[in-house]
């Protein structure tokens, strides 16, 4: 059983707020991978978490706002650790190959897919799935915009709109899943979707560099 808070009466401190929150993703983390979204209880994650319904209701509305929160948590850390390993100094088509693997990572791997597959079957249902997959595009869409922004600066591709160039790279690693999605297709293996794409990325790049809208 997961304890979210030592403190007997009052209201929690800022960093106490931010404990209990953890904890309650943490928790309902482990449920919605285990069991899918329909089987997971709102009674026994509070419980696990030693918080009344009432009090889980007040942090999240419903089942479906708390696996948004969670879905974005673990993107989020799976993005941090990722790009920590990247290296900043590699040369442009290399650092491009890493940023497309991180990203695909977060969907084509582990806890990544399995989260990617729940999406995909309930955001139809609920408007916070919805958000909760507009947050993780814009995620992807900013750091990828920043990454071109930098390279262009460095003088390594034509300068131009790094948000457009963001939507374009994004667009071009993420077909394939759109499409295996549209056709209801179970997602290839990670190591496949990587092989896939390193040739999109090598023509990508080679259009950052050589296109003549760019000259």
């Not at 969907?107 to 249902?125: D, F, K, P, S």
């Not at 899943?177 to 040739?199: C, D, K």
Request: net charge neutral; charged share 20%.
């Amino acid at each position: 059983m997961t304890a979210v808070s030592s403190r007997k009466a009052g209201r929690p401190t800022s960093a106490e707020t931010q404990a209990i929150v953890r904890a309650i993703l943490a928790t309902a983390a482990r449920h919605f991978l285990q069991k899918g979204f329909a089987a997971t209880s709102f009674d026994e994650i509070a419980a696990e978490c030693r918080l009344s319904r009432s009090g889980l209701y007040a942090r999240f509305p419903n089942k479906s706002a708390l696996f948004a929160a969670t879905c974005l948590a673990l993107v989020e850390a799976f993005y941090a650790e990722t790009m920590s390993k990247a290296d900043e100094t590699a040369p442009f088509e290399l650092a491009l190959g890493q940023l497309a693997k991180a990203i695909l990572g977060m969907v084509a791997e582990g806890r990544g897919r399995t989260i990617y597959r729940i999406l995909v079957q309930e955001a139809q249902h609920a408007a916070e799935l919805e958000a909760s997959v507009r947050s993780v595009w814009t995620l992807y869409h900013d750091h990828a915009s920043a990454f071109f922004a930098r390279r262009m600066a460095a003088g390594e591709i034509p300068p131009g709109d790094p948000d457009e160039t963001a939507s374009m790279f994004l667009d071009l690693i993420l077909s394939q899943m759109n499409m295996h999605h549209i056709m209801g297709l179970e997602l290839p293996p990670a190591r496949e979707l990587y092989a896939r794409n390193e040739q999109v990325l090598a023509m990508f790049a080679q259009h950052l560099r050589g296109s003549p809208a760019r000259r």
